[in-house]
C-alpha cells in the first residue's frame, strides 16, 4: 500500500513539472478532442494480444499474465489477461457497476454516473465522474464508455464535453466466455491501454512503472467475482466455498487502470 501511495504522488509531481496538470470544471471542455487513438470493440487479435506460449495454469493462477507492445509514436500498449472463475455475465456486472467502484475498488473516493443510454442489442453508453485519492492527493475525471455485450467488450476514453485532471486515456475490456470446468464457469478478461510517459523518464523505469500497474489490473474484478458467487477470495480451487457474509469482508485489490492514468498518460515534454 505504501509503494500505491508512493507512486500516486509521483504521478502528481510529473503532472506539476510538465505543466499538464488540469483543473477538472464538468462545465469546460477538455482542451482536445483526443490525442490517443481510441480502441474499437474487436477481438483482442486485433490488438496484438496473443497468448503464445502461456499454459491454462500461468492464465489461472490467480495472477494476471502482463503484456508490454510498444507502438508507433512513441506509446505503449499495456496489456493484463487473466482467467475469472465466473461467467461473462458476473464479470461484466462488476466491471459496469461504476456506482459501487467506491466499495469494490481501493482509492475510488467518488464515482456517479451521470448519464446512460441504451441502444439496440443491449448496447450502453455510461458517463461516469471519477475522484480518485490516496492521502493529499486526489484527481478528478470524466469518462465516456460503450459497452456492447454482443462484442463481449467494452472501451473507454475520456468524455471530452468536460475538463478532466488527465491529459488523455484511452482503453479497452474484453470478456471472453470459457465455459465450465472443473465444475465452474470461466471467463478469460483482457484488459488493454495505451499510454506515453514523459521523455525524461529512464527508459527502464518507464517499463517498471507499467509492469507494476498492471500486476493488479485485473485483480479487483477477480476478487469481486469471487465474492459475489460466495468463492473463496485468494482461493486456488474454485470449489472452495465460504458463507456469503465472511466473502464481503475481503477489501478489494486496486486495480492498474488508475494507476496507469495517474500515471502513465502523459504527453511527451
Known amino acids: 500500500n505504501l509503494l500505491r501511495i508512493l507512486l500516486m ?31 474499437e470493440r474487436l477481438h483482442p487479435q486485433k490488438y496484438g494480444l496473443v497468448l503464445k506460449d502461456v499454459s491454462a495454469e500461468q492464465l489461472r493462477s490467480g495472477k494476471p499474465v502482463v503484456q508490454l507492445i510498444s507502438l508507433t509514436g512513441g506509446f505503449k500498449r499495456a496489456a493484463s489477461i487473466q482467467d475469472i472463475p465466473a461467467p461473462p455475465s458476473v464479470v461484466w456486472g462488476r466491471i459496469m457497476d461504476f456506482n459501487r467502484y467506491p466499495q469494490m475498488v481501493e482509492n475510488v473516493a467518488e464515482c456517479e454516473i451521470y ?35 454482443r462484442k463481449n467488450a467494452m472501451t473507454f ?53 507499467i509492469t507494476l500497474a498492471l500486476r493488479k489490473t485485473t485483480a479487483w474484478v477477480d476478487t469481486e467475482c469471487k465474492k459475489m458467487q460466495g468463492l473463496e477470495v485468494g482461493a486456488t480451487n474454485p470449489l472452495q466455498r465460504i458463507p456469503r457474509l465472511a466473502s464481503v469482508a475481503f477489501a478489494a485489490l486496486i486495480p492498474s487502470w488508475l494507476f496507469m492514468r495517474l500515471i502513465g498518460l502523459l504527453k511527451s515534454s
Open 157 to 209: 476514453c475520456l468524455d471530452y464535453e468536460r475538463c478532466s485532471d488527465f491529459t488523455d486515456t484511452v482503453g479497452y475490456w474484453y470478456v471472453e466466455d470459457l465455459g465450465e470446468s472443473d465444475g465452474c464457469c470461466w471467463s478469460r478478461v483482457y484488459y488493454s491501454t495505451d499510454s506515453q510517459l514523459p521523455g525524461w523518464i529512464p527508459g527502464f523505469a518507464k517499463q517498471q512503472l
Open 9 to 39: 504522488k509521483v504521478s502528481f509531481v510529473m503532472h506539476t513539472l510538465c505543466g499538464l496538470s488540469l483543473a477538472a470544471d464538468k462545465n469546460m471542455p477538455h482542451p482536445h478532442h483526443g490525442v490517443l487513438e481510441k480502441y
Open 115 to 149: 448519464k446512460r443510454l441504451t441502444g439496440p442489442a443491449e448496447r450502453q453508453e455510461v458517463w461516469a465522474r471519477y475522484k480518485v485519492a490516496a492521502g493529499p492527493f486526489k484527481m478528478e475525471y470524466f469518462m465516456y464508455h460503450v459497452f456492447e455485450p
